[in-house]
């Protein structure tokens, strides 16, 4: 079974993901169109990039827009969620041990008590974001199921790394569970609004290029996002 | 397929269609109509695969429901934080329902997405600076309003404006003929005061051609004198054209792409025509994003840019002012509290919120700003067709209070509205609430404030004495 989900499903897992992603990214800028969307993409490159880089930039800081400043509850959560989610895999060590025995190269790694801290802190903000779309009547109106579900498909590799490293329970369950729900969370990215990974960056790149290139960013500093 | 005589699918394209629909008081039996109009779901989908590309698609599936827009919008926190008014909601139950469901819909459902449409979305746009996927609302909604004309689900009076920019070329009937009598008619009234004053039509070659909105000639042709005016002393070579003097589009607010195009062609043509080289357009908010910002997509042009450099009103203020073309007399400065209204469409959606500033800061001694302000401002409660739509006037009342609320925390009794609709509002939302302010256009401030050189000024004749 252990050979089986870190061998082909790896693949397969990875595979789609990577191919998936590409395909989004494709998919999306060939489907911009400067006449339907009305921004001229292409006439105007310094315009447009530098309204793109902008659009993304401010957004990436904590309490970088008004909107991040507006909502100081909803940022703290929001980054928390999103740094614990992108840093913890990448930078584990136990990770990392496996990809320098595979393909011989490995990233810088974080501490084994950094790891847990930054677990703990992803799912407890997964269960604050839960609480948050029950208890705030704006944000329950527009909450689904699926927006639950996707929340618990990301949170799960955590719960069960979380399981498995600290022998909590069957050792070998939560190992195969845990690769397992890390592969679904692999495979969902490019086919469900998860997709917000790469399409966050092209939907606010493009925003950006509307302000930068058309909406005022030829006569003025820029939009104070 | 069902469709009224008055109310279908068919754009309004002759004198008579339009004289029909506007002899119909109030709407009255167009709406009727309306309820039997059938929807051709089959069309709609099509319309939706043609013309739906990646941007919008990405916008609806990506939208994380995280609410972040709800407090960015004027109509949520004016209906007492309603969760049925929060941007995201609104175009995921309407537009999110009609792809979904392929565009499968009934009746019922067209009525209700034209309500949403256009009684809970000014298209201010202030939504898509609030999300984090910068998925803007209010271009979905503009999309949405595109897509309820082409199935006749439009109020009576957008299909009436956009009937009359398809008739006319201009948002109200105003001929070519109405329009220069219109014109040698105010150069005549004014010429006493002011010797020498004249409004040139169809001048090649001139500095400056400028452009208005149809109410200035039918409504307050005042205003076209004072333009005139303040040119005048600061002794531009300017002109208008006889024809495609109007700026505006309630096509554009009715989701009449075809009837944005005719009418923008016929400004850019008298562009062509008469080789200005700049053009300046009066203080209306919609008819610069109109001709200038969007204009330039709807016929086509790959630059994105009307044929020759535009300036909306305010910038040619400030660049008057700026350059002492027009100098102010210190002594008339504004002195009282005054406020601003940055109007959507040019501060917003056209980067305009310094010059806004530069031009207080020469005219006024003590300037309040609202709060927030510049691109952050709030609607006026009445953008995107809100102020001329009958049977939704309720909700636009309901919509004034939070510009009213950020108004009274000015302090300010005067409120500075370079935008026609942004001054509608406003004037409205006094009549509504009794705040006891007063509005006004910047043309009459400045014809107040500004040094008339001496040679300009009435001379005496000396016999008299």
Known sequence: MYAFVTGPLAWLAFGIFFIGLIYRAVWYIRGLDWKADRVAYTEYPSYGFRGAVRSIFFWLIPFGTRSWRFYPGMTILFFVFHIGLLFTPVFLRAHNMILAERWGFSLPVISDTTADFLTIIVLAAAVFIILRRIALPEVRNLTTAYDILLIVITAAPFLTGLFAYHHIGNYQFWLIVHILSGEIWLIAIPFTKLSHFLLFFMSRAQLGMDYGIKRGGMKSKGLAW | ??????????????????????????????????????????????????????????????????????????????????????????????????????????????????????????????????????????????????????????????????????????????????????????????????????????????????????????????????????????????????????????AMFAGDWEGCKLQVESVYDAIIRLRPKRMVVTECGHAYRATVIEGPYWTGRKSGQPPVETLHYVEWVAEAL?????????????????????????????????????????????????????????????????????????????????????????????VISPCHNCWDAIRDLEEVFKIGIRWSFLKPLLIEMAIVPEHLKVQEEEEEA
């Not at chain 2, 010797?195 to 040139?200: A, H, R, S």
């Not at chain 2, 040119?231 to 109007?246: C, D, I, K, M, R």
């Not at chain 2, 939704?392 to 005067?414: F, H, S, W």
Request: hydrophobic letters at 35%.
């Open chain 2, 1 to 250: 397929m069902a469709e009224g005589i008055l109310c279908n699918k068919s754009p309004i394209n002759t004198k008579e269609e339009l004289y029909a629909l506007l002899n119909d008081k109030s709407g009255k039996q167009y709406y009727q109509q309306m309820k039997d109009l059938e929807v051709d779901g089959d069309a709609l989908w099509a319309t939706i695969q043609k013309s739906m590309k990646s941007r919008l698609k990405t916008w609806l599936e990506i939208c994380a429901h995280c609410g972040m827009c709800a407090d960015s919008c004027f109509l949520y926190l004016a209906n007492d934080k309603d969760p049925k008014q929060v941007p995201s909601y609104k175009i995921q139950s309407t537009l999110g329902e009609i792809v979904k469901r392929k565009g499968q819909v009934d009746n019922e459902f067209m009525r209700h997405v034209m309500d949403v449409a256009w009684s809970q979305c000014t298209c201010c746009n202030r939504c898509g600076m609030y999300c984090p996927f910068g998925i803007d609302m209010g271009v979905m909604f503009s999309y949405l309003r595109g897509l309820c004309f082409t199935q006749g689900f439009v109020p009576w009076e957008m299909k009436i404006g956009s009937g009359m920019h398809r008739v006319f070329r201009a948002q109200m009937d105003v001929t070519s003929e109405d329009w220069v009598d219109t014109c040698e008619w105010m150069a005549e009234e004014y010429e006493d005061d002011w010797p020498g004053l004249t409004i040139p039509v169809d001048k090649e070659d001139a500095d400056i051609i400028y452009t208005v909105n149809a109410r200035e000639p039918k409504h307050y042709p005042e205003d076209l004198a004072e333009a005139a005016i303040l040119f005048h002393l600061a002794g531009e070579n300017w002109t208008v054209p006889s024809e495609g003097w109007e700026e505006t589009s309630l």
């Open chain 2, 322 to 414: 700026r350059t002492g073309k027009i100098k102010i007399d210190p002594a008339k400065k504004i002195k009282e509290p005054v406020t601003y209204q940055d109007s959507c469409n040019y501060i917003r959606n056209a980067g305009l919120g310094d010059i806004a500033r530069e031009i207080m800061s020469y005219i006024a001694e003590d300037f309040r700003e609202m709060k927030p302000n510049r691109e952050h401002n709030f609607c006026c409660g009445g953008g995107g067709g809100f102020n001329g739509i009958g049977c939704y006037r309720e909700q636009r009342n309901k919509g004034l209070i939070v510009k009213r609320d950020q108004i009274l925390e000015t302090g300010a009794k005067l």
